[in-house]
């Protein structure tokens, strides 16, 4: 088998060390639609929503069928005989302790997302849960937007990442291949995953991975914006966020600059310490014993409404209540794939098979659940037996949310700056992160790019975050992450066979002859 990776990355005679059909052709499409938009934002906009519209529509029973056959398969790789082999092959040992492991999986996937939604979903479904037989603002329907939001953020999100991931892991370390997501393709494609089959799977890959993490950066710029606003005052205006994404893409520039060690290692670490300090003060401040009641319970209620959750599609009501949530939850999770499951990917060489997925799959949700407890079931307790408000900061400005909730504890101002702070660093650390995958992807695999390309990705991201704010704010900012999400749903399904297909192979080369 040749693997070189000379195959994809060409040397240009600008410095650039790139896979030109991928690179080009990636630039050139996000240049277009930063254009089309430009010209005129009002149609853009009307574009957005139609596009959003008809993807939801027509297809949003894909999105459900394919999250549950990749779980489905993640829990039959986890018990089928292929969990003893070992990513990176036999002797392979792993490179990080368990902790540490456990620690760096929850980084990667918890981020602004959950900051933006810990707080406002719990209660948008409260306000107003889907048509299932639950009435609005009762303790059913508190019942309820728990068991949907665990939902939402559950073992569906942590299959799609933890299939992705392995895949990744596996034909790079294990079979030597380019760390690319065609790479996965071998056992089907062979080596025309070096021709343009290969390079429109990885050209998917980049705008995936570009315009979900566009997503999340214009839902950062929006929690900030709305937090100088309640900390120091000023104008959550829409000028206002694009100025911060700017900015703060600025700062994501100085950190690609400085380097893994100097930058983002740096930054993750404070961000890390941060956010549990965030977490404890709201698990402290709030109400702690009601809290302590609520895990146990809001993972029974996630547990016994999961079958029926998993595969229910809104067939009989005939209502859209799933389009604004979960199939947008779902394309956002495919959107996230390559950027999430290629750093659990490079941190997970040396764990066996088994070892990867229970670890993936388990340890991250249930840290999120605790997460999502401790802020969305404080907001829900606030709405139900304390003052109340939260339900009104939402319905009046999602953003809000969170520094809704601090104004019922003590050092609010404090928290809220905390929280800005945190979103702050989420936003500089995920666009570093994210321009370093799509930059590894667009370069054929090549592990360590040259950081000018880096730059140039990150540059690329906060401007995609910023149009889509221009080009209809949040609604802009969700059919960015399905539409890219649909294409690479289905390369994720062409996935399951690929997989199976070279697990075959490694199997029977290790363990034939024992």
């Not at 060390?17 to 005129?40: K, Q």
């Not at 409260?126 to 939001?149: C, D, F, N, Q, R």
């Not at 290692?265 to 890390?272: P, V």
């Not at 319970?297 to 859209?320: C, D, H, M, P, S």
Request: with cysteine; proline share 4%.
């Amino acid at each position: 088998m040749n693997n070189d990776r000379s195959k994809l990355t060409t040397t240009t005679g600008m410095g650039l060390e790139i896979c030109p059909p991928v690179f080009w052709i990636s630039t050139i499409l996000i240049v277009v639609f930063i254009v089309l938009t430009l010209i005129n934002v009002k149609t853009a906009s009307t574009v957005f929503n139609a596009a959003k519209f008809w993807v939801c529509e027509y297809t949003g029973w894909f999105f459900v069928i394919a999250v549950n056959l990749v779980l489905v398969y993640a829990f039959w790789l986890l018990f089928s005989k292929y969990g003893r082999l070992r990513i990176g092959g036999p002797d392979s040992r792993p490179e990080f302790t368990m902790f540490g492991w456990f620690s760096m999986l929850f980084s990667a996937g918890m981020g602004i997302g959950l900051l933006f939604y810990g707080v406002a979903e719990p209660i948008y479904h409260y306000m107003a849960p889907p048509a299932m037989g639950v009435e609005a603002k009762t303790i059913a329907a508190a019942e309820l937007s728990m068991g949907i939001t665990f939902f939402h953020w559950g073992l569906h999100a942590w299959g799609v990442y933890a299939l992705l991931g392995l895949g990744l892991a596996f034909f790079a370390f294990t079979r030597g291949l380019p760390l690319t997501i065609r790479s996965i393709f071998y056992p089907v494609l062979g080596e025309r995953i070096y021709g343009p089959v290969g390079h429109a799977i990885d050209i998917l890959a980049a705008l995936a991975t570009l315009f979900g993490l566009a997503t999340s950066l214009g839902l950062g710029a929006n929690q900030i914006a709305a937090g100088f606003n309640y900390v120091f005052g000023l104008p959550n205006t829409l000028t206002v966020q694009v100025s911060l994404i700017v900015i703060i893409t600025a700062c994501a520039t100085l950190s690609v600059v400085a380097g893994l060690e100097a930058g983002i290692q740096r930054l993750s670490k404070i961000n890390f310490a941060l956010s549990g300090a965030l977490m404890l003060f709201v698990f402290l401040a709030g109400p702690t014993l009601f809290i302590l009641d609520s895990i146990p319970q809001n993972i029974g209620n996630y547990v016994r409404r999961f079958v029926t959750l998993a595969f229910w599609t809104e067939t009989y009501t005939q209502t859209k209540w799933q389009n604004g949530w979960t199939i947008f939850y779902w394309a956002w999770w495919i959107a996230w794939a390559p950027f999430v499951g290629m750093f659990i990917a490079r941190i997970s060489k040396g764990r066996t098979i088994k070892e990867f997925l229970l670890g993936v799959l388990f340890v991250p949700a249930l840290l999120t659940f605790v997460w999502l407890t401790i802020f969305g079931g404080s907001a829900l307790y606030v709405e139900i037996f304390g003052a109340g408000g939260i339900s009104e900061a939402v319905n009046k400005n999602v953003s809000t949310a969170m520094y809704a909730l601090f104004e019922n504890f003590p050092l609010a101002k404090t928290a809220s700056f905390i929280g800005i702070a945190v979103v702050w660093f989420f936003f500089v650390t995920s666009s570093d992160s994210a321009s370093l995958v799509v930059d590894i992807i667009t370069a054929g695999g090549h592990p360590d790019p040259p950081t000018s390309q880096r730059v140039f990705w990150a540059s690329a991201e906060g401007i995609c975050a910023a149009i889509l704010l221009l080009g209809g704010g949040l609604a802009a900012l969700q059919t960015a992450c399905i539409v890219t999400g649909l294409p690479f749903g289905i390369v994720l399904l062409l996935m399951l066979f690929s997989m199976k297909k070279g697990l075959d192979e490694e199997y029977e080369k290790v363990y034939s002859r024992k």
